[in-house]
């Protein structure tokens, strides 16, 4: 009987576009093909990971489902292009040198928390990395914070300036090793060092004073999160009135003392992005006052970088950790910038001779509809480009003017920077030029046009203006719901519902409680809610009752308006009409007595929503078609009546969930998109979510971009 010939050799190229590159890519490939004795070659391209691999075609095939299931856990594949090549007659699997001559199209990675490998050996005394505050692994460290050029090669990060000594090159060296290409690859004889003690940074804190710490992506303010006294100084050196801090807890089991932490937070918290996760309290625990007294919530994270997690063992007790800045200033990354910056405000600095390429702030997540909300997306999640459905043009867009983002597009894919935060200072803006300067250059951008928002007193759109590059310009509420149904892939047609503060309206006046139907890339503006006067304009902003006073003005008459504003209102001086939300919920809070002034931004509104609680009632004011006349009539009885504040925000709540199915089901478009800043708000989000759908509606909501002005930039590229 003949024997079965071997089936001929054949040969692959896999080419894997995303976030492919640190995160020991190349490594597990290599294993992988040796492992199953193939051949060939794998490479970091500009573009992305390119595989070459030759053996039997059953073997191949069985090459690339492995490659797609066991790949690592860090990478993000947007891309797999797979294509059968002449066979090359390869003896061997090698790991090649980056290619740098294809266009820069690949994900730079994020920064990632230290993985459990690595604390292991952090807190291992026989480890020559114990207690090394700068350990990492291809599993983890520093990435995007470190990069000056892709591909994503040591000679291309700040980590060039520390040589490999013999230990650290062998496991650089070495594909079976977790540290092969680790490019921040480091021990205590050739890395970064600290500037001072961990024992006496943490003495420091204990005594009350405030520490200027170097992390990450920029530095960080600390200060121990039980000492009121200490908290107050921070608030008042740092000209942060209300606005909550966030902590950084010791550990899960420490969150836990202080939090009610549901499965899907405690996955977020430990995650490889270790954001802020913003959690219900626990009562009675010895957390200050006046951390975040003006919330409902804790925003808590955990030690996410070596450093950290050195700190927190010395400490074991919660602390503030908050960006190290002065309020509206861009965080301060290197060290002499700090001193200067800092000075006033931190007794204590702990620095460490690693440079920061750019500054990136913590990211703050919600958990809504039971995954992830991004609510400020920057470590841990930028500059992680966002797949889109079709190719778009080659544009930077500059976003809007509170917190800022900027992006650009290159093919299918939009690389969204780090939440650069609100232009309202002059190092505000100039750490926005260098957020586009940075980005175009890391990805050798040329930009055909800029996109911008309409708002023509944005410190974005004046940048544009002068940018000397063919301007685009694009409404705000329009570009919010762009970004959603992006992200998301959707098509059309659509409904578009985008409610937030404030925008500039295609009209010229305020806009921010719109409907648009979209279809073939037109908007169409089908309803609005009901104008009102903001008098004194921007104040109305901060100053929530001016907007109650408004609407007082318009359902009972001047009589009804005892304050400096009735003038405005009666003459209509300096009053611009808005259709905003945001300004109807900072009007219901000041008639509740809840709030009369926003501190922050959406400070009422989420006041407003936390008087909710467990309440559940399918109560509802009247908004018809969005009028609100109706609605006030009754909030004002109510009150009268002495009627729990709780029962008229449920009321509310219910309301603006009615408004939105109404218009849905006039609209007769199946798929719903939710955006703007209000929708923020869980109950509102979820509610309006779990109605519709339960109505035959397909609900789509962000998951990988702020719903507030945070994801402008998105928007605006999609809509170029």
């Given at each position: ?499 937030d503060g404030t925008g500039y309206g295609l009209d010229g006046t305020i806009w921010g409680g719109e409907f648009f139907t979209v279809e073939n890339n037109q908007y169409e503006r089908v309803a609005h809610l009901r104008p009102f ?188």
């Amino acid at each position: 009987m003949p024997v079965a010939s071997k089936p001929a050799a054949q040969r692959l190229r896999i080419t894997l576009r995303g976030a492919v590159q640190g995160v020991g890519f190349r490594p597990f490939v290599y294993r992988l093909a040796t492992e199953m004795s193939l051949t060939g070659w794998v490479l970091n391209s500009s573009a992305g990971l390119v595989v070459e691999v030759e053996g039997a075609p059953d073997e191949l095939r069985r090459f690339e489902q492995r490659l797609e299931a066991e790949r690592p856990k860090a990478s993000v594949v947007t891309v797999r292009e797979s294509e059968w090549i002449p066979v090359q007659g390869s003896t061997t699997f090698e790991i090649h040198h980056s290619d740098t001559d294809s266009a820069k199209s690949v994900n730079v990675l994020p920064d990632l928390a230290t993985c459990a490998d690595c604390r292991a050996e952090l807190f291992d005394p026989a480890n020559r990395r114990f207690q090394y505050p700068f350990t990492n692994c291809t599993n983890c460290g520093p990435r995007y914070t470190i990069v000056v050029d892709i591909p994503y090669d040591r000679p291309n990060t700040t980590m060039r300036e520390f040589e490999l000594c013999p230990a650290c090159c062998e496991e650089y060296e070495n594909p079976a090793n977790r540290r092969f290409h680790a490019q921040p690859n480091a021990c205590p004889v050739c890395g970064p060092k600290l500037d001072g003690t961990i024992a006496d940074t943490a003495a420091a804190l204990r005594r009350g004073e405030i520490v200027a710490l170097k992390g990450i992506g920029g530095f960080q303010l600390l200060v121990d999160a039980r000492q009121a006294a200490a908290v107050a100084r921070l608030r008042q050196r740092k000209h942060r009135e209300e606005k909550p801090f966030a902590l950084m807890m010791p550990s899960l089991e420490t969150a836990r003392e202080y939090c009610e932490i549901a499965p899907a937070e405690q996955e977020l918290l430990e995650s490889q992005a270790a954001p802020i996760v913003l959690l219900r309290p626990k009562s009675g625990s010895d957390i200050a006052w006046n951390v975040a007294h003006c919330s409902p919530y804790l925003g808590v994270m955990l030690p996410y970088s070596p450093l950290h997690h050195l700190l927190m063992r010395e400490c074991s007790f919660p602390l503030i950790a908050t960006s190290g800045n002065r309020s509206d200033e861009p965080i301060a990354i290197a060290n002499d910038e700090a001193a200067t910056r800092l000075k006033d405000i931190a007794n204590h600095f702990l620095t460490h001779n690693r440079p920061i390429v750019r500054a990136c702030d913590d990211s703050v997540v919600r958990l809504t509809r039971g995954r992830a909300g991004i609510l400020r997306r920057s470590r841990g999640y930028a500059p992680l480009g966002i797949r889109v459905a079709r190719n778009v043009p080659p544009v930077l867009a500059v976003g809007g003017h509170l917190k800022n983002t900027v992006a650009i597009g290159i093919g299918q894919d939009i690389f969204l920077s780090q939440h650069i935060g609100d232009l309202e200072t002059v190092e505000a803006r100039q750490a926005f030029e260098r957020a586009i300067d940075d980005l175009c250059r890391l990805y050798s951008f040329k930009p055909e046009a800029v996109v911008c928002d309409l708002h023509p007193d944005y410190a974005s759109t004046h940048w544009a203006e002068k940018s000397g590059l063919p301007i685009i310009r694009v409404q705000h509420h329009q570009a919010h719901v762009a970004a959603c149904a992006a992200e998301n892939n959707v098509e059309g047609p659509y409904l578009g519902v985008s409610w937030d503060g404030t925008g500039y309206g295609l009209d010229g006046t305020i806009w921010g409680g719109e409907f648009f139907t979209v279809e073939n890339n037109q908007y169409e503006r089908v309803a609005h809610l009901r104008p009102f006067g903001l008098p004194g304009g921007d104040a109305a902003v901060r100053e929530g009752w001016r907007s109650a006073a408004s609407v007082l003005f318009e359902v009972l008459g001047p009589d009804a308006v005892d304050s400096p504003v009735r003038p405005m209102l009666e003459r209509k001086i300096n009053v611009v009409r808005t259709t905003s939300v945001g300004r109807l919920f900072d009007a219901v809070a000041s008639l509740t007595g809840l709030a009369q002034q926003n501190r922050f931004e959406g400070q009422a509104a989420m006041l407003l929503e936390n008087e909710i609680g467990s309440l559940h009632t399918e109560e509802a004011y009247p908004l018809v078609s969005g009028d609100w006349a109706p609605l006030i009539a009754q909030v004002l009885r109510d009150k009268q009546e002495g009627l729990p504040i709780p029962r008229i925000a449920s009321r509310f709540h219910n309301a603006l969930v009615n408004w939105i199915v109404e218009v849905a089901v006039t609209s007769g478009v199946k798929q719903i998109v939710l955006s703007g800043g209000v929708f923020q708000n869980r109950y509102l989000t979820e509610r309006a979510a779990a109605l519709l759908e339960s109505r035959g509606f397909v609900v789509h909501t962000h998951r990988q971009v702020p719903p507030n002005d945070g994801g402008l930039a998105l928007g605006q590229v999609v809509m170029a």
